[in-house]
């Protein structure tokens, strides 16, 4: 009986051990058959919704309502489901769930403007690996200039911001934001405009609401000192594509990409090339941009097992050789690699899901369907060895 077929025997007849087991062959299945058909929590679901963060997080949200060790380690996997598990669930800052949304710089900021509500060492640390979440933690959970968010800016393209924002402070607390909300009451005028034009935000947005999306050289120069907003800038206000706006967003690997998708709307070799920087960026351009594989998106792509993995299975749309072997550099995408892309089991996979025993669990259960030596070995003495033995019992003893 497949997860379809047990989910609606359930709906009809109630739950049952049976039925709640064959869901929670799978993350997802768990969390939904918890939902819907027990309508409550379950140790048995929320086990299976533990395996994977989303799962984990949604089920302590909408299932049990509360926050549980279990559900919050699983979330704690990731920097993203970390803090949301902080903000929805325990709504108040943790140690492990701060450590863990630090591994972040993104989050590690997020976490310190919105669940600690204060600035810390540790999350400023991790907000200091970037220099545009440096910069946005001086400016919105310091509220104030540091020497390490100062350092962190240094040389890029959020120095000349920070000065201005910081040296605007001092002299006149937020006057470019005053300046654009006057004009926006009382309408444009030269000196707002100036004003406003210190900082690249207020630029853009002074350009978008005020200009009422009219090109100007000081509006666009203002903006250009911030490459997020230039991008904006040429989005909504700009529109056209032209070649010296190109240039300047091929300087980051992200910008180039939405320039190509959002502007362009068709690849280049020049912001193929820029995307190409970041693997991220190059699964994200050959999927979305060229909608077709390349070699130099792959390559680029398979500098990092995640995408490499990503590639094969949303661009490739096949196995190959060289994405399967980056994959395999990590346990867990080379079992998503078995499962969803070559769709079998192999040596090579195998071997690399073995590095970690729930991963060769996982492995041996959804893609072998049958005891293995390797696998077993994996397991053995650990966590999952009477997971294993439960699952392949009577495979065993024969």
Not at 245 to 266: L, Q
Not at 368 to 382: F, I, R
């Amino acid at each position: 009986m497949n997860f379809k077929k047990a989910f609606e025997h359930a709906k009809q007849y109630g739950p049952s051990e049976e039925t709640r087991e064959i869901a929670c062959n799978n993350e997802t299945h768990a969390r939904i058959y918890a939902e819907y058909i027990d309508k409550g929590p379950h140790e048995d679901t929320r086990e299976a919704s533990c395996r994977e963060p989303f799962s984990a997080c949604c089920y302590a949200q909408y299932i049990n309502k509360c926050p549980q060790d279990d559900t919050r380690e699983a979330a704690c996997k990731t920097a993203y489901y970390a803090y949301f598990y902080a903000l929805l669930v325990d709504k108040c800052p943790r140690d492990d769930t701060r450590e863990a949304a630090c591994k972040d710089s993104y989050f590690a900021y997020l976490y310190a403007l919105e669940v600690d509500q204060c600035p810390r060492d540790d999350t400023r640390e991790a907000a200091c690996k970037d220099p545009e979440w440096a910069y946005m933690y001086a400016k919105d959970v310091d509220k104030c200039s540091r020497e390490d968010t100062k350092l962190a800016v240094e040389g890029t393209g959020y120095e000349e911001e920070y000065k201005k924002i910081f040296e605007e402070l001092v002299t006149n607390c937020m006057n470019f934001e005053e300046a654009y909300e006057h004009a926006k009451k009382y309408g444009s005028s030269e000196e707002t405009r100036k004003i406003a034009c210190k900082s690249s935000k207020y630029a853009y947005l002074y350009a978008k609401d005020i200009d009422v999306e009219y090109f100007r050289d000081d509006t666009w120069e203002a903006t250009c000192k911030n490459p997020k907003w230039a991008y904006w800038y040429a989005k909504d206000i700009i529109r056209i594509p032209q070649d010296n706006i190109r240039e300047f967003m091929c300087k980051y690997s992200d910008h180039a990409f939405y320039y190509a998708r959002d502007i362009d709307r068709f690849s280049r070799e020049d912001t193929r090339k820029a995307s190409c920087k970041d693997s991220y960026y190059a699964y994200r351009y050959a999927f979305e941009v060229d909608k077709c594989p390349r070699d130099d998106t792959r390559e680029a792509a398979c500098k990092d097992s995640f995408w490499a993995y990503w590639y094969a299975r949303d661009v490739d749309k096949c196995p190959r050789d060289d994405t399967r072997e980056v994959s395999c550099k990590t346990s867990y995408q080379a079992y998503q690699y078995a499962k969803y892309v070559d769709k079998c089991p192999r040596d090579d996979t195998r071997a690399s899901a073995c590095k970690d025993p729930k991963i060769a669990y996982k492995y041996a259960r959804n893609i072998d369907k049958k005891p293995m030596k390797e696998t077993w070995l994996a397991v053995e003495g650990t966590g999952y060895e009477e997971e294993y033995k439960k699952v392949f019992e009577e495979s065993i003893n024969e």
